[in-house]
């Protein structure tokens, strides 16, 4: 029996013990980080991170958080697994310290307080934080197989009600602010080692890597600014040394950038909201602006040279060039700035800051730094600081030469006939039969849709294949402005009583690239409008209004102006008198509206600040829109010249006269021309912007009788402008202008080839300026106003009879006319 069990404890024993030393001879020889024999193995925990390291956590008294997950590395950087760690919390002397903050020790789940432990009655352990109302600062450590992390700073303090930025602190003692907290000091200058103010805060404040952010003022771009904020709790006092560090974010990404100290690096144009985040909730603090630019100069380059005026060739590639300057003389880079021209139909300008002329004419280009895409701001901070604000550009004068072909509409408010005549070809086209008689018609630039209006539907006519294309019977009514991009139109139903803006194809929109779904009406706004215009940006339209008479479907002008604008929506203000027509200025820093006087209201809104001086904490209310202190002759229709020297307008009262309204010089300046750069000022604004102006000319139209001014038609290169009305003469009237002082008023009698001619009641300018297109009454002709050899423009071609019937089969005079060029030959 005894040799039995000396068996079982030999096997039991030595045969383990045998495979054990098999086992150890098969084992991988560790490796040390040195390379030698001895000291950490790789593979190993060498390191134990917690993040944030320097900016910790902050909680309100009695806020749960949670550290994050702790991450361990070996000596070589590579990521080592742990099957459990342990949390704790220290001291700033190394004590343990669960009254000020407390930690789960397995989870780092955190109490700013104290956490429940031996509750009974059936309550978890750690699930109740109870508060202490302890303010300090203390450490978690989390120690992973015997090694230990950072410490994670923990900052607790009372519940945080209002954070505000502001300027530094230069005492530290009776306005505490982020910058004299000893956290600032931590990650700036680390002198501070220990707090000698009651509230918690450095003996005195940091000195900034940065200059201190501009309480009243702008931050020119790429200039670094030291962000401060003071942080309040519920009973008012003032708790900024005590909540750790600050986290800053811009509501717009695009006008600042902010680090992790707090330091603020201006980008863009513009101004934004600041949210400060502390104690894991976020605090709208205040704004921060970046400087707008209060000039834009616009040249062409030519040779080694730059000039405000070329000429360039159809198809041919014109560099545009932009500098920018702020208040400051910081030269702006990266602005997204829109590049208009006042005739894209024959000379567009492009996104990239370039002009091809497509055909033959001119046009004026200008650039603008327009919101919300370029110096965008909040709402109620636009006009702070210049922010929120249009900004434009000197026009550059663009000339293409050459001659181009005509495509010529012709239609009648009378007739259900559209008649298309197409230059190249020896004859008139074929009528087209429309649905409905037309009251109004409208060509996008791009020549490709007419649109029309009528009393039943809106009519959409394919000027590619001269056939219908489109109809629409939810609005009715008038067809007043197309949107230079073809994609919106200004339709009015007198009988509904509403202004429409009307998409019409579901393409990109305005400056800001949205798209919608389908064509329809965008948005509405009660009243009748009589005239309206776009500025060549497409983002916003200037619309007069009027009165209604259902007995007598005449709509007579009244006072109100409406305006819509894709930054502000609409808005609707008040003329003292009644406006009769509507005209951009040339740059389109507002618009010009016909009337007894002739008015302009301003781009500039008038800004208030509330509140006090300007500053971070600042709001604004503004006047849009404001009259621009222009008081002109009595006009009824108006036109601007592309040169933007001139606003030329005609009226019958109290006989039927032309005024030349010359724009005013501009200080420095010898050419007259509109204000341009930012709205004056870049401090709070209490005036609105003033348009210098002067009557050039003032003269009787030669040769008419006028009940009404139907049209006022200057040719793309402001060299000259025609005139048409209702009544009797048989003359086109004509108008030069001049770059200074009065021009030449003369009229040019009609043909009679074709009968006898009574008054030109509509006119169209070719895309060239070589001809002007006048439907007249008498003989119900479409006349050719051609330039001669000289210069000068005569009616010596054949007139065009279209022939419009109306429903009796009697012939009309042709009242709508549109146009669009295209090549001389087929």
Known sequence: MRRFLTLVFLLLFTIPFGVSISGCSKKTAAVFCNGGDTGPVVGQIATINLQPKIFGISLNFAQIGQVSSPSAIDCKGTTVTVSGYTYATFLPNGQPDMTIADVQPTTGRLCAGTWNRNTGGGIADFTTCNPTNKSGTVYVVVNGNGVSSNPLPIFIHPVVTNVTLGALSTDCANDPATNCSPAAFDTQTSTCTQTTNGNGCCAVPVTPT????????????????????????????NISCQVGHLSYAPQTASVVTIDENGVATAQQPGSTVITANISNAGSSAGFFSTCPPTSIALTAPIGTGNATSVTVNPNNVQPINAVATDQYGTILTGLTLNFESTTPTTIPAASAASVTPIFPGAAAITAVCQPPTCNPSPFNQIGLFGNGKAVTSNPVLVTAPGVNSTNLYIASTNSFYLVPVDFTQPQLGNPVRLPYQPNSMVISNDGSSIYMGSSFELMTFSATTNSLAAQDITVPGNVIALSPDGTTLVITDPIRQFVYLYNTSGKSTGTTGTTTSSAGIQTQYGGVATHAVFSPDNSTVYITLGDYNSSTGVTTPNNTLLVHSTFTGWYQTTSSQATTDVAIGVPSVGAFFGG?????????????????????????????????????????????????????????TPAPTLTDLAIGVPPGGTVPSLPIGACPGQTPITTPQKFTTSTAFTGALPGVTASAITGVFPTSDSKIAFVTYQGSGAVVPTYIPQTTGAGTLSSIPLSTALGTPIAPIVGVVSADNQTFYAGTTGDNAVHLITKQADGTYKDTTTPLAPKLPDVNGNIVAPNLLVQKPRKATS
């Open 210 to 237: 940065a200059n201190a952010v501009a309480a009243t003022g702008c931050v020119s771009q790429s200039v670094t600014s030291q962000l401060a904020a003071r942080v309040l709790a519920g009973n008012g006092a």
């Open 596 to 652: 007894n006087p002739t008015t302009a209201r301003s781009y500039c809104p008038v800004t208030t600040i509330v509140g006090g001086a300007a500053t971070t904490s600042s709001t604004t209310t503004n006047l849009f829109y404001p009259d621009a202190g222009v008081l002109g002759p009595q006009t009824d229709r108006i036109a601007t010249t592309n040169d933007g020297l001139h606003v030329l307008g005609a009226t019958v």
